[in-house]
């Protein structure tokens, strides 16, 4: 059973910094690429970042240079650290594993 258990999510300033955690059981997690997806109310999932088993990382535009992706294969553990967050960051944010497994989805609000 591949179960993604996030945490991490809240409300934060404009200007704040959160780090989200996805812990995966279930899978051989070291061989895994792991990614986080957004989604804001009436819009589409939006890919956010992707890390690969061999650590290479790749990020959307709107968020290259404030987040960060990485990933703790000792604790079957994904990252995603944010920094500068801005209003329009605001949404649910989204653990998946090889394209195929989802997380529940946790909220993140940046507001004043």
């Known amino acids: 059973q591949v179960q993604l258990v996030e945490s991490g999510g809240g409300l934060v300033q404009p200007g704040g910094s959160l780090r989200l955690s996805c812990e995966v059981s279930?899978?051989?997690?070291?061989?895994?690429?792991m990614a986080w997806y957004r989604q804001a109310p009436g819009k589409q999932r939006e890919f956010i970042a992707v890390?690969?088993?061999?650590?290479?990382?790749n990020y959307a535009a709107s968020v290259k240079g404030r987040f960060t992706i990485s990933r703790d294969n000792a604790k079957n553990t994904v990252y995603l650290q944010m920094n500068n967050l801005k209003p329009e960051d605001t949404a649910v944010y989204y653990c998946?594993?090889?394209?195929?497994?989802w997380g529940q989805g946790t909220q993140v609000t940046v507001s004043s």
């Open positions: 998946n594993s090889q394209l195929r497994y």
């Open positions: 890390i690969t088993n061999s650590y290479s990382t």
């Open positions: 279930g899978r051989m997690f070291s061989i895994d690429s």
